[in-house]
């Protein structure tokens, strides 16, 4: 439902309040901070009004009114004017030569501008390796060791049916290097499939477990995230009333899962996006939002970063930190 002129203005005073203080809000403090000259007896009807519509909510211990989910997504979707920052002295902050620093430096000043969590989802690696090695670490023990064609290096461990020779583990590396250097590894398990069918002896069966394991080890993204400032959120009395929000909130930086899908579902939309608790089934808690935006790397979207914060947050500020960090991280990346 279209609210009116009135509505509006008494909703945006009574949030922009709510954040402020943290209090219910009663009728007597809207007409003196929302501007309208209208009787109480007027804002409390209109009070009742967004009530039955579900955009405020009374406590039982006051007479004041509390902004709900939907009071947030209304005032943050429609009537919120956003602060202007300092752009320049933001992309000082982020300047490094190196990519993952960039990222880094990101996380970090999300967290210290907005005074809760900054969170970066680092570009994904490519599935591509330039070269494997096979290291005997005992019987039928391995250490697959993968280089990218950046230079990224990911190990995994292998623990096999038979134990190889170190002649046969440096022909295996060999075998894969001269004939699939510079592939994907899903693209190289395709082919081994095909060109060994032929092949049965241990040494094709140890090429097929290195090459699954290799793809696992590429498209582990779990490292892949960037997360500062979680210790500021224990200062938020909204998150940290009682144990049972304190173990939500850290199982999710701990487990990570949830909170890389929702950020991956935030870098297929355009523009900062914000996940209100209650409102979103990706916020495991009520008492928390998330303002994210995708960032890029020479026009393609690469990854995604945000804010973690109180549902009680001042959006108006974390909004354009969340908005102007994405775009000079872009920008950065796509100079480096």
Same mark, same amino acid.
């Given at each position: 439902?279209?609210?009116?002129?009135?509505?509006?203005?008494?909703?945006?005073?009574?949030?922009?309040?709510?954040?402020?203080?943290?209090?219910?809000?009663?009728?007597?403090?809207?007409?003196?901070?929302?501007?309208?000259?209208?009787?109480?007896?007027?804002?409390?009807?209109?009070?009742?009004?967004?009530?039955?519509?579900?955009?405020?909510?009374?406590?039982?211990?006051?007479?004041?009114?509390?902004?709900?989910?939907?009071?947030?997504?209304?005032?943050?979707?429609?009537?919120?004017?956003?602060?202007?920052?300092?752009?320049?002295?933001?992309? #000082?902050?982020?300047?490094?030569? $190196?990519?993952?620093?960039?990222? !880094?430096?990101?996380?970090?000043?999300? *967290?210290? @501008?907005? &005074?809760?969590?900054?969170?970066?989802?680092?570009?994904?690696?490519?599935?591509?390796?330039?070269?494997?090695?096979?290291?005997?670490?005992?019987?039928?023990?391995?250490?697959?060791?993968?280089? #990218?064609?950046?230079?990224?290096? $990911?190990?995994?461990?292998?623990? !096999?049916?038979?134990?190889?020779?170190? *002649?046969? @583990?440096? &022909?295996?590396?060999?075998?894969?290097?001269?004939?699939?250097?510079?592939?994907?590894?899903?693209?190289?398990?395709?082919?081994?499939?095909?060109?060994?069918?032929?092949?049965?002896?241990?040494?094709?069966?140890?090429?097929?477990?290195?090459?699954?394991?290799?793809?696992?080890?590429?498209?582990?993204?779990?490292?892949?995230?960037?997360?500062?400032?979680?210790?500021?959120?224990?200062?938020?009395?909204?998150?940290?009333?009682?144990?049972?929000?304190?173990?939500?909130?850290?199982?999710?930086?701990?487990?990570?899962?949830?909170?890389?899908?929702?950020?991956?579902?935030?870098?297929?939309?355009?523009?900062?996006?914000?996940?209100?608790?209650?409102?979103?089934?990706?916020?495991?808690?009520?008492?928390?939002?998330?303002?994210?935006?995708?960032?890029?790397?020479?026009?393609?979207?690469?990854?995604?970063?945000?804010?973690?914060?109180?549902?009680?947050?001042?959006?108006?500020?974390?909004?354009?930190?969340?908005?102007?960090?994405?775009?000079?991280?872009?920008?950065?990346?796509?100079?480096?």
């Amino acid at each position: 439902m279209q609210l009116d002129t009135r509505a509006q203005t008494l909703l945006k005073a009574l949030v922009e309040r709510y954040i402020a203080d943290g209090q219910p809000v009663g009728s007597r403090a809207l007409s003196k901070i929302s501007g309208l000259d209208l009787s109480p007896a007027t804002i409390r009807n209109i009070m009742a009004d967004l009530e039955e519509l579900g955009y405020v909510a009374s406590p039982h211990t006051s007479a004041g009114r509390v902004p709900t989910p939907r009071g947030y997504r209304i005032f943050v979707d429609t009537l919120l004017t956003v602060q202007t920052m300092d752009e320049q002295s933001m992309g #000082a902050r982020l300047q490094s030569p $190196q990519p993952q620093k960039m990222i !880094t430096n990101a996380a970090q000043m999300l *967290s210290s @501008l907005s &005074q809760f969590a900054g969170v970066v989802l680092s570009p994904r690696r490519e599935l591509v390796f330039q070269q494997i090695e096979f290291l005997r670490l005992g019987e039928k023990r391995i250490l697959l060791v993968i280089v #990218a064609p950046n230079g990224d290096v $990911q190990n995994r461990l292998l623990l !096999t049916d038979v134990d190889y020779s170190p *002649s046969q @583990l440096v &022909q295996s590396a060999n075998y894969i290097n001269q004939n699939y250097g510079g592939l994907a590894f899903d693209e190289v398990h395709t082919r081994l499939q095909s060109e060994l069918r032929q092949l049965r002896d241990d040494m094709g069966r140890l090429m097929q477990v290195a090459v699954e394991a290799g793809s696992e080890a590429m498209a582990d993204n779990s490292d892949n995230m960037v997360i500062s400032g979680e210790r500021n959120l224990l200062s938020v009395s909204d998150l940290s009333s009682n144990m049972s929000s304190l173990r939500q909130m850290f199982d999710m930086f701990e487990q990570k899962t949830g909170l890389m899908q929702l950020l991956d579902v935030s870098s297929k939309a355009s523009g900062v996006q914000i996940y209100i608790g209650g409102e979103s089934s990706l916020v495991p808690m009520d008492e928390m939002s998330v303002v994210t935006a995708p960032y890029t790397a020479n026009g393609k979207i690469v990854g995604t970063l945000g804010v973690i914060g109180p549902t009680r947050m001042a959006y108006e500020r974390v909004i354009p930190i969340v908005d102007i960090t994405a775009k000079l991280l872009s920008n950065a990346l796509s100079h480096n």
